[in-house]
């Protein structure tokens, strides 16, 4: 176990608090392999019904993982090629498909900051899954920011939620509440925080076998407080499906421009600012992840993560966002126009044989 992930077993359920509060709980590589390693240990042990993952923090679950990292490591001299950030996101991958098809209850308490990453460690499969969230709850898949693509499994649950909303999300970055989260498809059920430690001593006295359903039933009076708060995505759907089913970036800017409405005009403002190419691609990236299974999405996807070290769009992304904070990355190339479409296909071009891709043998164990 690592100082940042804490186990502890109670009524047949374990409980795991990330515990990292200064960065967030962004997570390390070595975080993602304490996370993996006690859910292998437990999905085959007896004495374990169910598990909840939790934060020390309400402050976030996760906010993704940890950029500072890929920086410092992704510019040494052999970026594209370190075997650190090659294992990260590889295990990363792993653990996200690992946790989807878990084959016991799975309840994410996604109080606080939820992004990128945390989203990736609390997407668990419907059926035993329950994704929790709070009036303190902000969600996004905000890789754009930062020149990188909605990735651990974000190319399959974001082109599989209802109408455009997913690509609204992955290709503005912006975030979202407890309300809209609910309607998007990225949250299950929804409990106030003021009721968050009633909830967390309802987890430890209640048997693990009965875990999902106490929960899903201690949450259900406030489903109505939940839909009845403010859901902008909700009230904005059909604007938000009629100009984000276009083709094209070029074509999603030019009918977000026909639109002044405060939340397309905020969608169009965050699109300006994120890097063309990326843009590109994330669209692509969507349109293949919607006819993929997650095994086959996560497997492009860690082909695209090389290739965006490769040509350095990240780097430049965290170095203006986090390292200098000059908010003034220099993408490459600075236009859409300057952005071919071998440009866009080099991305989804496999660096390896797919014999030795090394997520291959994901979904076929």
Known sequence: MTDFVKTRIANRTAIITLDRPRTLNSLSLEMIRALTDVLLAWQDDDAIDAVVLRS???????????????????????????????????????LNHLIHFYPKTYIALMDGVVMGGGLGVSEAHRQRGLRVVTDGSKLAMPEV????????????????APGRLGYYLALTGLTVRAADALYCGLADTFVPQAQMAALLELIETTPGTQLRAAVAAFAAPHRAAADAALAPLAEARAA????????????????????????????????????????????QLLTRGASLDLADCLRMERILVRRNFEHGE????????????????????????????????????????????????????
């Open 145 to 160: 920011n930062i020149g990188l693509f909605p990735d651990v499994g974000g190319s399959y649950f974001l082109s599989h």
């Open 240 to 283: 938000i499906d009629r100009h984000f089913s276009h083709s094209t970036i070029e074509a999603i800017i030019a009918s977000l421009a026909t639109d002044d409405s405060v939340l397309m005009q905020k969608a169009l403002a965050a699109m300006h600012k994120r890097s063309p190419l990326l843009l590109k691609v994330t669209l």
């Open 314 to 365: 990240v780097l430049e992304g965290i170095r203006a966002l986090v390292i200098d904070k000059d908010n003034a990355p220099v993408w490459n190339p600075a236009t859409l126009e300057g952005v071919t479409a071998a440009m866009v296909e080099r991305f989804f071009a496999s660096p390896w044989p797919a014999r030795a891709h090394p997520l291959r043998d994901l979904g076929k164990e």
């Open 56 to 94: 020390s923090t309400d402050k976030a679950l996760c906010a993704g993982g940890d950029i500072r990292y890929f920086y410092d490591v992704g510019t040494l001299p052999t970026t594209g090629g370190s075997a650190s950030l090659e294992d990260f996101f590889t295990e990363e991958y792993r």
